[in-house]
Antibody, heavy 123, light 109 residues
Framework: EVQLVQSGAEVKKPGESLKISCKGS????????IGWVRQMPGKGLEWMGI????????RYSPSFQGQVTISADKSISTAYLQWSSLKASDTAMYYC????????????????WGQGTMVTVSS | SYVLTQPPSVSVAPGKTARITCGGN??????VHWYQQKPGQAPVLVIY???DRPSGIPERFSGSNSGNTATLTISRVEAGDEADYYC????????????FGGGTKLTVL
C-alpha cells in the first residue's frame, strides 16, 4: 500500500526541541518531493518547505526559513521536520505530502498525505 | 510570490451544484490541483491537472481553468461533500514554488 505514516502527537514546553517524522512505503521514496504543511487551529494549509530525498535538495518558505529544519534519510524512506526551540505559536497540525511532484514534473499534484502530527507547545 | 484567492465560504442545498473558484494572475497558464479536507482528516486530492479525477473520486467532481480563474464544480451535492477545499499550483517565480489558496468552506444547507 502506498502511504506516508507520521509520528505521533507531541506535547512540549516552549524552548524545547522536537523532531517529527514521515515514513514512506509502497512507492519510490527518493523519486518524489516530500513537503511539510502546517495547519494552525481553524486555519488553512501552509507550505513550510519541501525536500527531494533523492539528493536532499531542500527549499523553504520565507516564512519558515531559519525556524525549522527539513531533512530526509533515504535509507529508511523517512523525512523529518525539526525545531531547535519551540514556541507556543508552533502549536498546530503538521502534515507531510508527497507521491506526485518530481524533479522532472514539479507541478504534479501531491496525492499521498500523511495522517498528520499534532504538536502542542504549552508551558 | 504568487497568490491564489478563494472565497472563504460557499453554501449550497443538497442536490444542487456548488462552484468554488480559485483566482490568480493568468492561472489558466498553470496546472491547478484541488484538495478536499474534512474535519479531523488529512487533505485528499480530488482534482489534478485542472480537470482530472483520481481513482475513487466521484464523477460529480469536475474542474476547469481559464484566464484568471480556476473552478471546482461539485454536481448533485451531498451532505458528505461538506468540507474545506484548497486549490494549489506550482509557480516557478515564487520563493517556494508550491502554493495553496486560502481554502473555501463548503456548507451543505
Amino acid at each position: 500500500e502506498v502511504q506516508l505514516v507520521q509520528s505521533g502527537a507531541e506535547v512540549k514546553k516552549p524552548g524545547e526541541s522536537l523532531k517529527i517524522s514521515c515514513k514512506g512505503s509502497g512507492y519510490s521514496f527518493t523519486s518524489y518531493w516530500i513537503g511539510w504543511v502546517r495547519q494552525m487551529p481553524g486555519k488553512g494549509l501552509e507550505w513550510m518547505g519541501i525536500i527531494y530525498p533523492g539528493d536532499s535538495d531542500t527549499r523553504y518558505s520565507p516564512s519558515f526559513q531559519g525556524q525549522v529544519t527539513i531533512s530526509a534519510d533515504k535509507s529508511i524512506s523517512t523525512a523529518y521536520l525539526q525545531w531547535s526551540s519551540l514556541k507556543a505559536s508552533d502549536t498546530a497540525m503538521y502534515y507531510c505530502a508527497g507521491g506526485g511532484a518530481t524533479k522532472v514534473s514539479p507541478a504534479d499534484a501531491f496525492d499521498i498525505w500523511g495522517q498528520g502530527t499534532m504538536v502542542t507547545v504549552s508551558s | 510570490s504568487y497568490v491564489l484567492t478563494q472565497p472563504p465560504s460557499v453554501s449550497v442545498a443538497p442536490g444542487k451544484t456548488a462552484r468554488i473558484t480559485c483566482g490568480g494572475n493568468n492561472i489558466g497558464s498553470k496546472s491547478v490541483h484541488w484538495y478536499q479536507q474534512k474535519p479531523g482528516q488529512a487533505p485528499v486530492l480530488v482534482i489534478y491537472y485542472d480537470s482530472d479525477r483520481p481513482s475513487g473520486i466521484p464523477e460529480r467532481f469536475s474542474g476547469s481553468n481559464s484566464g484568471n480563474t480556476a473552478t471546482l464544480t461539485i454536481s448533485r451535492v451531498e451532505a458528505g461533500d461538506e468540507a474545506d477545499y484548497y486549490c494549489q499550483v506550482w509557480d516557478s517565480s515564487s520563493d517556494l514554488p508550491w502554493v495553496f489558496g486560502g481554502g473555501t468552506k463548503l456548507t451543505v444547507l
